[in-house]
């Protein structure tokens, strides 16, 4: 079973920060947080990850409270094209372990 | 990144028969998986495909319905075997590519209608 909680569904006006939240209270010390994106009839596609600091690339940012129940995935300036239904992970790092997937938020981003 | 390909790109088939779906990794992979994405639902781990050796299957998955071939680092097949429309869905290969086991690549998808 998927260890992650998510809204269904989220909106953001098109060039507004799009902040979705997930919640894992459960996440083992050796279990990182994943995200993925999966635009419409693609496969999904990675964002980030993190242990417990903070992460930044040129996708997104990524907030884990200090307490690693939960965080936030940030991205700065939402377009068109981040419409899509977002997946936040806990995943063992470095020994390949598998995704399970939840549900995941869909967002939408409205002009 | 790495690129993943499936073939077919999408099916249609009739109940009763089977259907190998090929997934073709451009860099070795360390882990393969195969998952299983039904209509306006959330991807569901299938197996994880093991080179030289028997795959490792999911609760609710088994050999003989969904078998995996993975003869190399870059190459496997799911086979979707006699099927029934409740089969109708995406099929995904995913791979963790050497040297990068922090990301798990995705391929396109196969889109399986069973009629």
């Known amino acids: 079973d998927a260890k992650t909680t998510q809204p269904p569904s989220m909106d953001c006006a098109e060039g507004r920060a799009a902040n979705l939240p997930c919640n894992h209270s459960t996440i083992s010390g050796n279990e990182y947080v994943y995200w993925y994106r999966q635009i419409h009839s693609q496969g999904p596609q990675y964002i980030i990850h993190?242990?417990?600091n903070n992460e930044t690339n040129e996708m997104a940012s990524l907030i884990i409270t200090e307490d690693r129940k939960s965080s936030t995935l940030i991205l700065p300036h939402a377009t068109l094209r981040d419409t899509a239904v977002y997946y936040c992970?806990?995943?063992?790092?470095?020994?390949?372990?598998?995704?399970?997937f939840g549900q995941g938020t869909e967002l939408s981003v409205k002009p | 990144s790495a690129v993943i390909s499936q073939k077919p790109s999408r099916d249609i088939c009739q109940r009763g028969t089977s259907l190998t779906i090929q997934c073709q990794v451009d860099?070795?992979?360390?882990?393969m998986f195969w998952y299983r994405q039904q209509p306006g639902q959330s991807l569901t781990l299938i197996a994880t495909?093991?080179?030289?050796?028997?795959?490792?299957?999911e609760s609710g998955f088994v050999i003989d319905k969904f078998p995996i071939s993975r003869p190399n680092l870059t190459f496997s097949t799911l086979t979707v075997s006699n099927m029934s429309p409740e089969d109708s869905s995406i099929y995904l290969c995913?791979?963790?590519?050497?040297?990068?086991?922090?990301?798990?690549?995705f391929g396109p998808g196969t889109r399986l209608t069973v009629l």
């Open positions: 860099s070795q992979v360390t882990m």
């Open positions: 992970i806990v995943r063992i790092y470095n020994q390949g372990g598998k995704l399970i």
């Open positions: 995913s791979g963790v590519i050497s040297g990068r086991a922090d990301e798990q690549f």
């Open positions: 495909a093991n080179q030289g050796s028997e795959a490792t299957y």
């Open positions: 993190g242990l417990k």
